[in-house]
């Protein structure tokens, strides 16, 4: 089932959330927006040729209220990740349309490896984690809408922000927050083995 990937992580985000995380503002505004996600799942609306998905929509606005501080020079290079990543995309959907022969991996692996590569291709550093983040999600987006408009072009039927790339920007989404999780870990781990090398040569 399309989707499937999709709806699990969100209630499993969900789930962590309400039951698990600190009482607080935080966590009240990640349970409504994870639970708004998981309800509007089965809707989309038309604009002019185009279907598009209400999650799509409400993940870019709030992708782009994260990044609304940005400074100008940052949402200048953002917009080059943005751009880059969208361009991969569609690249990979059109070989994986025109010559499938070419694409010996599952589309589904590539569309997750492509935003979690260009994501760590673009912002590799800790302190930009939540940019790469929107990066990925709005570049994911972007990508969508390109797709969206050359198959419509050409009298392919597309639905921008359809299910199965739901799946692939969530479990992307996921990856890179394990994978922001384990460095966090592996930093701390470092800093306590500093610190026990420290004490020792007090000793």
Known sequence: ????????????????????MKKGRVRFWISFCTLVLVASF????????????????????????????????KKLYLFISLISTAMCLTGVKLVSIYDPVLVIVDPFILDVSVLIVMGFLFYSDVASRNVRYASVLLGGALGQVFIGMILTTIGFGHTIGEHKYMDAAAVSFLILVGIDGLLFINRLFNAKLQENKGDAHHL
């Open 42 to 73: 089965p809707y989309e609306f038309g604009m002019g040729h185009y279907r598009v998905t209400v999650p799509l929509v409400l993940i870019v606005l709030l992708a782009l209220w994260t990044i609304r501080e940005l400074p100008l020079r």
């Open 1 to 20: 089932m399309e989707g499937i990937f999709y709806l699990w992580i969100l209630w499993g985000v969900w789930v962590y959330s309400t039951f698990l």
